[in-house]
């Protein structure tokens, strides 16, 4: 499995958002709750999430799935050697999923999370 680019958007109205996002992208989501959508992109390979809880219309965070915790891991070293401030979590459950992590910044501030999906959870 390649890596596959990862955006999440806050939505106002979720259930608007997955009606609009299901007819512009041509699919359905691959998870629906009550405060998050996840749709799996083939081509291009992303990951577009829409999240409840933030200001609408803005962007949540970017990031990038890797195929395994390995790949998770050899991206921290690098990014450590490059200076970067970073915040790991291995085993964590967030967006109905469980994940090995790092979590680092742009310039101007916006998250990126660096993960692999190790399970999905509820």
């Given at each position: 499995?390649?890596?596959?680019?990862?955006?999440?958007?806050?939505?106002?109205?979720?259930?608007?958002?997955?009606?609009?996002?299901?007819?512009?992208?041509?699919?359905?989501?691959?998870?629906?709750?009550h405060?998050?959508?996840?749709?799996?992109?083939?081509?291009?390979?992303?990951?577009?999430?829409?999240?409840?809880g933030?200001?609408?219309?803005?962007?949540s965070?970017?990031?990038?799935?890797?195929?395994?915790t390995?790949?998770?891991?050899?991206?921290?070293?690098?990014t450590?050697?490059?200076?970067?401030?970073?915040?790991?979590?291995?085993?964590?459950?967030?967006?109905?999923?469980k994940?090995?992590?790092?979590?680092?910044r742009?310039a101007?501030?916006?998250?990126?999370?660096?993960?692999?999906?190790?399970?999905?959870?509820?």
């Amino acid at each position: 499995m390649a890596n596959t680019f990862h955006v999440a958007l806050y939505v106002k109205d979720m259930d608007a958002a997955i009606a609009r996002y299901t007819k512009l992208l041509g699919q359905e989501p691959a998870k629906v709750r009550h405060d998050y959508a996840k749709f799996e992109i083939a081509d291009p390979p992303v990951i577009f999430s829409l999240n409840t809880g933030g200001e609408p219309g803005t962007a949540s965070h970017l990031g990038i799935r890797y195929p395994s915790t390995g790949d998770v891991a050899s991206e921290m070293a690098r990014t450590k050697r490059e200076g970067l401030d970073m915040l790991e979590q291995q085993g964590t459950t967030c967006c109905y999923a469980k994940a090995d992590k790092f979590w680092v910044r742009d310039a101007d501030g916006m998250p990126w999370e660096m993960y692999t999906l190790l399970a999905d959870a509820e």
